[in-house]
């Protein structure tokens, strides 16, 4: 620019003073609005990604299971930390405020470690809460809550001896304070925004409280990958840790595989046979259910336990070693006498079964007696029933407390008798196929598998074996455990549905054209006066390039004025939605966790955009004075600056 245009410009701006403030006030509140939108969508975006990082700790992924495992599994990675994750109801002792859906976290001073916060790791009988939990629940240090949560039995709920009513345990605790973010107080694994409502636990305590000593069912992980994870979880896991136990019975010689839900799946059944076929081992599938009446003409005997196998393989007695038909049945000796039972009487069976539509209905099976044993060998074998929870562990039948209804009143001593002797020893066999036809559910078909060792190989050295051979088998990723990228997927989530930065631009979309209108109207105008000027101009010999680049760079200062002065009206104007994000409208964000960042980019991003359509709209705002003459503008005769003239005018810009 030359030094006459560089004081031609200074003068115009001076002069023309009233129409530039215009311009300028409708570039700043463009740029105002423009840059504070884009800002909020980085400080709702940078904000939401420091709640999640300061949520996590130092947790990179974490191990789950839909069981519980041992918490010596945590050994087998570098930096781990093992705890129980479940949810709560927590009722406040004084003031009796309740919270329902509260994220309980069992934890030792490990967790603590884990995440390098200086917390003393929590008594048997003390609770810390998130302040979230306590405000809702208007509790404070020193004072007590009850905690209730849902018990952890692996017996699934749908089967007869699953619990259906008392399906949670509760726990007095005392408050020893409230933990803020800076603590963890706010933990969470998986990604929400709005306030965590918390409470910490001993993790030994709730294992106690839900009868899973040494098991845990989170594994917090720091510093690993999700592959290099699941392939140290495959090599370390036990067949423990996928709810599977291998006992030795030495009465019997051979090997028992049970479930700790008491029914073994289709799958895992399916490979336990085929790795004991491969070691050569007999495999005996076993069904063992309980019956309410087995009952032969008049009589009756209450509450027995029937098991279903394969009674070929045993070599039951039955007469001339016939084959036994589907509705066969054999008696041991106890039951047969007290039944008057003779082969070839009818026999029939009644049990509870859970139906579909979440009701217990009673049902029963004919069978025919197809023989009556000793109780010695396979037929005095009481570890054939797995371990049901207020029957098995009873000293006595008046003892049971089943999970369905039993009248102990149809208990006779001789049925005591027969428990105090011979305890779960079943007292009717019958064939492994229809026992799995009435009994079978989705979880299953089988409550145990009998292994027994091929000749020469003892049953320590068998045990072993087998041992080894199902753990290289089996996948533990297959079999409930998972490996959760939980920084990922958190920081992922933190993006949110909504980017406020383009919601809050659309938003303001009408007021930024406007604005940008409005600057180059009065822009527009203020040319359109100054005709005559421009006539001059030409007349004394300038170019129509020179005029226009003349009045282009006063549009450019004109707007970079502007987009200085928009700047700090951004900040403002990005500070006040901040402001409605975390008041008025806190449930668009879920969280008042949100602070304003003032982004550069953001700020250079909205100030260069709108000045570049600003100078835009003035350029064209310039070309109908290209095709003006010089005497017509001199003498106000063109039309255009004549009509346009009048009307700056009209409105008192003149």
Aim: aromatic share 8%.
């Amino acid at each position: 620019m030359t030094m006459r245009s560089a004081t031609l410009l200074r003068r115009s701006l001076f002069h023309f003073w009233r129409t530039n403030l215009a311009v300028i006030a409708g570039v700043g509140v463009a740029v105002a609005v423009l840059a504070g939108a884009l800002m909020v969508g980085v400080s709702v975006r940078a904000s939401l990604r420091d709640l999640v990082l300061q949520r996590l700790g130092r947790t990179d992924h974490a191990v789950l299971s839909s069981g519980f495992f041992r918490d010596g599994l945590a050994a087998a990675f570098e930096r781990a930390a093992p705890m129980t994750v479940l949810e709560g109801f927590v009722t406040h002792q004084e003031s009796g405020r309740r919270a329902s859906r509260v994220q309980v976290y069992a934890v030792d001073e490990r967790f603590w470690r884990f995440h390098g916060v200086d917390v003393a790791a929590l008594e048997s009988g003390e609770a810390m809460l998130s302040e979230g939990l306590a405000r809702e629940l208007a509790a404070a240090a020193g004072q007590s809550v009850v905690l209730r949560v849902e018990s952890a039995s692996a017996i699934p709920a749908e089967s007869v001896h699953g619990r259906k009513e008392d399906v949670g345990r509760s726990l007095r605790l005392n408050v020893r304070g409230i933990l803020g973010r800076e603590e963890l107080g706010e933990f969470s694994l998986s990604p929400r925004q709005g306030s965590v409502r918390a409470i910490f636990v001993p993790l030994g305590r709730m294992q106690e409280l839900l009868e899973q000593p040494d098991r845990v069912n989170v594994v917090l992980l720091a510093g690993s990958d999700v592959a290099s994870t699941e392939r140290r979880l495959r090599e370390a896991a036990a067949l423990e840790d996928v709810g599977l136990r291998l006992r030795a019975l030495d009465e019997q010689q051979a090997i028992a595989l049970e479930s700790r839900s008491t029914l073994l799946s289709e799958a895992l059944a399916g490979s336990s046979i085929s790795v004991a076929d491969r070691l050569g081992m007999v495999v005996v599938p076993t069904l063992t259910y309980l019956a309410n009446t087995i009952r032969s003409g008049d009589r009756e005997i209450p509450y027995s336990i029937v098991t279903a196998l394969d009674l070929a393989v045993l070599g039951l007695a039955r007469p001339e070693a016939q084959s036994p038909e589907p509705g066969a049945i054999f008696l041991n000796e106890w039951a047969a006498k007290d039944l008057q039972a003779a082969v070839g009487d009818r026999v029939s069976i009644e049990y509870y079964v859970w139906e579909t539509e979440g009701r217990l209905a009673t049902r029963r099976a004919e069978f025919t007696l197809a023989g009556v044993m000793q109780i010695a060998g396979v037929a005095a074998d009481r570890d054939l029933v797995p371990e049901y929870p207020g029957i098995t562990d009873s000293d006595r039948l008046a003892d049971w407390d089943p999970p369905f209804p039993v009248d102990l009143k149809r208990v006779r001593p001789a049925d005591e008798e027969y428990w105090d002797r011979y305890r779960t020893t079943p007292k009717a066999f019958i064939p492994i196929e229809r026992g799995q036809a009435l009994w079978s559910s989705r979880h299953g078909g089988l409550t145990a598998l009998r292994l027994v060792p091929r000749t020469g190989t003892s049953l320590a050295q068998a045990l072993e074996q087998y041992r080894t051979a199902l753990r290289a088998e089996l996948d533990p990723m297959a079999l409930g455990f998972s490996v959760y990228d939980v920084r990922a997927q958190s920081l992922a989530a933190s993006d949110g549905a909504t980017d406020f930065g383009e919601y809050f631009t659309y938003f303001s979309t009408f007021l930024v054209v406007s604005a940008l209108l409005l600057a180059g109207l009065f822009f527009k105008l203020g040319i359109e006066q100054r005709g005559q000027e421009i006539g001059l101009l030409q007349a004394l010999g300038l170019d129509p390039g020179a005029i226009r680049r003349l009045f282009v760079g006063e549009g450019v200062v004109l707007s970079a004025i502007g987009a200085v002065i928009g700047v700090a009206g951004a900040i403002a104007y990005a500070w006040l939605i901040m402001l409605g994000l975390r008041t008025w409208w806190v449930g668009a964000v879920g969280t008042t966790a949100l602070t304003l960042r003032v982004d550069p980019i953001s700020l250079i991003a909205g100030a260069a955009a709108v000045v570049v359509m600003s100078v835009a709209s003035i350029w064209w705002s310039l070309r109908p004075l290209a095709t003006a003459s010089s005497r017509s503008l001199i003498m106000g005769s063109d039309p255009t600056t004549r009509n346009l003239a009048r009307n700056s005018a009209n409105a008192g810009l003149g």
